[in-house]
């Protein structure tokens, strides 16, 4: 007699005998319609990665490049994201600036080196070190990268500050708001269950 495992419903609790999916299939709930589980078509954890490298390029023009351009009085000053934050140190603003370092450079960008490296130990099929520890983390650190949020409030001062001085859109801006986009295509195309299914078959 085979052996069935038991899925249940997330929404409603009801219980399903799981059954195995062609890819790119997914399994919903009989009595409510949420989505039990799926299978990743094959190539999605290599969409991700190919995605997440490009994030990985845009993030470091991001950085390097100046956010805006201000011209006041015939004074021009720019700044890139590290000097925003410096200055906003400088001021006194720590808190302030250490959100925005937090939210904005560092999870970013342990986010994708943790999605890139659990995306390249899968592809060479081998369990690889620290590979379990970084899927955890991948997950738990992602609510706190905000780049969204920083590209939003930067547009926004950018209209406010358009009054007072002649305003000019950085590099790095576009790069931000490109980035954004990438980060939640690298994000969609991740097919976390795949990775936890592939590293048991390895163990
Ligand atoms: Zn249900």
Redesign the pocket.
């Known amino acids: 007699m085979p052996e069935y495992k038991l899925i249940a419903?997330?929404?409603?609790?009801?219980l399903h005998r799981q059954v195995p999916l062609a890819p790119g299939g997914e399994a919903r709930?009989?009595?409510?319609?949420?989505r039990?589980y799926r299978r990743a078509s094959p190539d999605s954890n290599q969409r991700a990665l190919a995605l997440a490298l490009a994030a990985c390029i845009l993030f470091i023009i991001a950085n390097i490049y100046p956010i805006v351009g201000l011209e006041v009085q015939g004074t021009h000053t720019s700044s890139t994201l590290f000097g925003a934050v410096k200055s906003l140190w400088e001021e006194g603003a720590r808190a302030v600036a250490t959100l925005v370092f937090v939210t904005t450079f560092f999870v970013p960008a342990a986010e994708l080196i943790g999605l890139i490296w659990v995306l390249v130990t899968l592809r060479r099929g081998a369990r690889g070190w620290g590979t379990v520890p970084m899927l955890h983390f991948i997950e738990s650190v992602k609510p706190w990268g905000m780049v969204e949020v920083f590209v939003l409030g930067v547009l926004v001062s950018l209209v406010k500050l358009a009054h007072v001085a002649s305003v000019e859109p950085g590099v790095a801006l576009f790069s931000f708001g490109a980035l954004m986009a990438m980060v939640a295509a690298a994000a969609a195309a991740f097919d976390a269950d795949a990775a936890w299914a592939q590293l048991e078959t390895i163990r």
């Open positions: 419903c997330l929404e409603c609790d009801l709930c009989t009595r409510c319609g949420a039990l």
